[in-house]
């Protein structure tokens, strides 16, 4: 299996710009999620998804940002407009189950690592 | 709200030493706890998970236990080597099904 598929690994774009950011889930696998990691606070899940519904959207910062999963193999976490603070590192992950209380390890793709100028 | 906590921050140990991992979490009502590792400019790599229900599990020279009532999880890693070097994160699993994360403890095995 491929893994949790993430593109662009490197985005630099410049303040106003719209950003697209895609992942493909592993195969098989129900649930996705978007997190984004910064130094200053850690690991922040933004948005998750089971079975292409999106669930639970608390964690995104504001309306520039949106996310969604057109399909089971597909999703997009988009920001339009960009700024500065919202450099920091895109990670997607995947699970198998969507049973609440059987919860499954997730698996993280490699990141995206996004600088606004 | 769950808030996790990693202590400490940094440890650097010489090759061959048996070390211990902290996690601390706030809330005891968790459904799960996950271990994972993170190497420089990569992704996650899920290390070890334990459900609610265990209270240890073991992968290796790796070691992760769990102990609810108290808030805290432990990852012992035997015989350090040097390709242990990076950031290990911990995370517990919540009722509405989202993964919380520390902040992490970055290691450091000296040859």
């Known amino acids: 299996d491929a893994g949790v598929i993430q593109s662009p690994r490197h985005e630099v774009t410049e303040m106003g710009q719209e950003v697209t950011l895609r992942c493909k889930p592993i195969s098989g696998h129900n649930s996705l999620f978007w997190y984004r990691q910064t130094m200053m606070r850690g690991l922040e899940l933004l948005i998750y998804?089971?079975?292409?519904?999106?669930?639970?959207d608390s964690g995104m910062p504001e309306d520039r940002f949106s996310a969604k999963m057109p399909n089971a193999s597909f999703s997009t976490l988009k920001i339009q407009p960009s700024e500065p603070r919202d450099s920091a590192v895109y990670f997607c992950?995947?699970?198998?189950?969507?049973?609440?209380?059987?919860?499954?390890?997730?698996?993280f793709g490699p990141g995206t690592r996004l600088t606004v100028l | 709200k769950q808030e996790v906590t990693q202590i400490p921050a940094a440890l650097s140990v010489p090759e061959g030493e048996n070390l211990v991992l902290n996690c601390s979490f706030t809330d005891s009502a968790i459904y799960n706890l996950q271990w994972f590792r993170q190497d420089p400019g990569k992704g996650l790599t899920s290390l070890l998970l334990i459900q609610s229900s265990q209270r240890e599990q073991t992968s290796g020279r790796l070691n992760a236990s769990l102990d609810k009532s108290s808030g805290r999880s432990t990852l012992y890693i035997a015989a350090s080597q040097p390709g242990d070097s990076a950031t290990y994160l911990c995370a517990v699993g919540v009722l509405s099904e989202k993964l919380v994360f520390g902040k992490g403890t970055k290691l450091t095995v000296n040859p």
């Open positions: 998804f089971n079975n292409n519904v999106p669930i639970d």
């Open positions: 992950a995947s699970r198998r189950g969507v049973v609440v209380g059987s919860y499954n390890e997730q698996f």
